[in-house]
């Protein structure tokens, strides 16, 4: 996995084909990737190809102090 940063603010990820790497950390477990992903700028709101947002995945797996983190900067997002 690699993160690129254009312009600073926003974080993209390639995590394979078709897959947001926000959604994959979630699916994963992998706390320090979702906070890493949300103080880069991803965009928590978008969807996968399935239709997911990363919190929706991360509350499906069960690992639910992903699904708190990308909540909380959902709701940051949204205000």
């Given at each position: 996995m690699r993160v690129v940063t254009s312009?600073?603010?926003t974080a993209r990820v390639f995590?394979?084909?078709?897959?947001?790497?926000?959604?994959r950390a979630a699916i994963s477990g992998h706390l320090d990737c979702v906070r890493l992903l949300v103080e880069?700028?991803?965009?928590?709101?978008?969807?996968d190809?399935?239709?997911f947002a990363a919190a929706?995945?991360?509350?499906?797996k069960g690992h639910m102090p992903c699904a708190r983190?990308?909540?909380?900067?959902?709701?940051l997002a949204v205000c």
């Open positions: 312009p600073p603010s995590h394979g084909p078709g897959t947001r790497a926000d959604s880069n700028g991803a965009s928590l709101t978008k969807t190809k399935l239709g929706a995945h991360a509350r499906r983190v990308l909540n909380e900067e959902t709701a």
